[in-house]
């Protein structure tokens, strides 16, 4: 083992025995229940180092068909939310998007519309 595997291996630990140590001064808890109770905490711990979340997860690229049916007459569906606007630029905007970047991210083409067509 290596010197920062260890060190991060010391950091679970301390940081399970700080949690655990706190979290039984102010709750009674069985003895029997404690290894689990510092099991579940330690691998709580290491779990948020892990993989992202599927949140965080690249998502799909629409297909064809869901950009079509994205498109209504009276509306756009957000591929972000899934909800009607009339104008994504707003919306984006609150999620810290371009349309630029939403079109890249979702896979549109460069000519999606960002607000319904008002005729």
Wanted: proline share 8%; glycine share 6%.
């Amino acid at each position: 083992m290596d010197d920062q595997t260890a060190s991060s291996q010391i950091d679970f630990v301390g940081l399970t025995a700080e949690l655990v140590s706190a979290y039984i001064a102010n709750n009674s808890i069985p003895a029997s229940e404690l290894p689990a109770l510092m099991a579940n905490v330690h691998a709580a711990i290491k779990g948020l180092t892990g993989t992202p979340s599927p949140e965080t997860a690249k998502p799909e690229k629409a297909t064809p068909a869901q950009i079509r049916k994205s498109i209504t007459p009276d509306a756009l569906i957000s591929f972000e939310d899934g909800r009607l606007y009339k104008t994504l630029r707003r919306h984006l905007r609150l999620r810290g998007l371009s349309p630029e970047a939403y079109r890249e991210k979702w896979g549109l083409p460069f000519d999606y519309p960002m607000t319904v067509d008002f005729r």
